[in-house]
């Protein structure tokens, strides 16, 4: 299995601003996901986190909203840029560990004002 | 892409009886087949899951079955306790190791 820890586990931002969100696991893991879970909802994929290279992001994501880092096989981040009240959602990183099993992070409960 | 459907979207049952909640994909390719139990304010947990060269897996009073020939697969809890109460995700995983989520199924057992 793999242990996935989130920073922040909340946030409450302004309408415009920008929030870092930080995953961290506790091996080196070659796949690691970001998704987006809006209140009542199901899982929705934003995008793949490749290290070394750009992020492969859904349809419907771009990265100037949804900037990715991922500078190690153990650590990403996502970025909700210029923010809006319809970002307010939970964000979940998740990894493949082990065989092929997707583990998921606690997520980041953002509300944004 | 991938498209999954899941029914029903809520699901009421008595304690002690079994819940089944059902998903159908449209990729044949898929091959990787997970359910994933949420609580209120938690992560989602994988409690079981399926691969595409197996008809069936049983893990206690979980059980997951695949027809592939049909792409559905349905998740049955026998002897459902209230702690089982939550919502119940299918996922499939096609190509790019990326998983498609079904919409969810809100289960509630009743004392």
């Known amino acids: 299995s793999a242990v996935i820890s989130q920073k922040p586990s909340r946030d409450i931002c302004q309408r415009g601003t920008s929030l870092t969100i930080q995953c961290q696991v506790d091996s080196q893991v070659t796949m690691m996901f970001w998704y987006r879970q809006q209140p009542g909802q199901s899982l929705t994929l934003i995008a793949t986190a490749n290290q070394g290279s750009e992020a492969t992001y859904e349809s419907g994501f771009v990265i100037d909203k949804f900037p990715i880092s991922r500078p190690n096989l153990t650590f990403s981040t996502l970025t909700v840029s210029n923010m809006s009240p319809e970002d307010s959602s939970i964000y979940l990183c998740s990894v493949v560990a082990g065989t092929d099993t997707q583990y998921f992070g606690p997520g980041t409960r953002l509300t944004v004002l | 892409g991938e498209n999954v459907e899941q029914h029903p979207s809520t699901l009421s049952v008595q304690e002690g009886d079994s819940a089944v909640i059902k998903c159908t994909y449209s990729?044949?390719?898929?091959?990787?087949f997970p359910w994933y139990k949420q609580e209120l304010g938690k992560r989602p947990q994988l409690i079981i899951d399926i691969r595409s060269n197996v008809g069936e897996k049983k893990d206690q009073r979980i059980a997951v079955t695949l027809n592939k020939t049909a792409k559905h697969f349905s998740l049955h809890i026998t002897e459902t306790q209230p702690e089982d109460s939550a919502v119940y995700f299918c996922?499939?995983?096609?190509?790019?190791?990326?998983?498609?989520f079904g919409t969810g199924t809100q289960l509630k057992v009743e004392l």
């Open positions: 996922a499939v995983r096609g190509g790019g190791n990326k998983l498609t």
């Open positions: 990729d044949s390719a898929s091959n990787y």
